[in-house]
């Protein structure tokens, strides 16, 4: 079935305007406008483990905390609809500011209702949608799992400032006040042995166009550099 057809008969929304915003590892994203432009997010998700579903129920979760946009339920009352391929879902749009940021409290809380062992997994400044009213929403919770937390939310604050050293050390110091991190420059120095996630690329490399390739490239370059070259690294 065509997916407007899909959306209007599950959803009981009529699409007037239909855009692809991303296609990456089957995981497709669009961007929807309905006859009375309102503005949502679908999204296809491989159906393939219990992982697709894990990451929408966190999502709601989440979003009950007003740190993670909202997921439209379904004329069923269900928050996806899935078939033995695919696992789609629709969420609420976010207007982003211009502006580059995220909001540190919105930040803490999320890793407070993920846990102590748990993280993100792909937490990016695409990812942490930033309002105009100064407010965080952070998406894309497909590769949420066990994992370290203090090298994550560091290559976050390294690619969020583009490297600047004081305004890393002043929210990591400010996040480290209110959950267990370890000492930054070891951080640092997990964020070397980890590889910060290179591997994921050329595990990928015949999913990702050569812009998206540019920007990870770039992207692990600014995280090494960083960590080599402004933070004092404890291996």
Do not use: W
């Not at 990451?55 to 379904?74: E, G, T, Y």
């Not at 803490?108 to 997994?121: A, P, R, S, V």
């Amino acid at each position: 079935m065509e997916l407007k057809q899909l959306i209007r008969k599950e959803y009981g929304l009529n699409i007037l305007n239909l855009s692809k915003l991303t296609k990456f590892a089957h995981h497709d994203v669009y961007l929807a406008e309905t006859t009375n432009k309102n503005k949502v997010i679908i999204k296809l998700l491989p159906n393939m483990n219990k992982k697709s579903k894990s990451s929408i129920f966190l999502q709601v979760k989440l979003a009950k905390k007003n740190i993670a946009p909202n997921i439209i339920k379904n004329n069923a009352g269900e928050y996806f609809i899935s078939n033995y391929k695919n696992i789609l879902f629709l969420q609420k749009y976010i207007e982003t500011s211009e502006e580059v940021g995220c909001n540190i409290s919105d930040l803490i809380t999320m890793y407070k209702e993920l846990g102590n062992t748990k993280i993100h997994g792909d937490l990016r400044p695409s990812n942490a949608l930033y309002t105009k009213d100064h407010h965080s929403y952070f998406i894309d919770f497909e590769y949420f799992g066990p994992g370290n937390r203090s090298s994550e939310i560091l290559k976050f604050l390294i690619l969020e400032s583009e490297g600047d050293i004081e305004y890393i050390y002043n929210k990591y110091t400010q996040i480290s006040n209110e959950i267990k991190l370890q000492n930054l420059e070891v951080a640092a120095g997990t964020v070397l042995k980890e590889g910060y996630n290179f591997d994921f690329v050329l595990n990928h490399l015949t999913d990702l166009n050569s812009d998206y390739l540019k920007k990870e490239i770039k992207e692990h370059v600014l995280v090494i550099k960083t960590c080599l070259e402004k933070i004092n690294v404890k291996r």
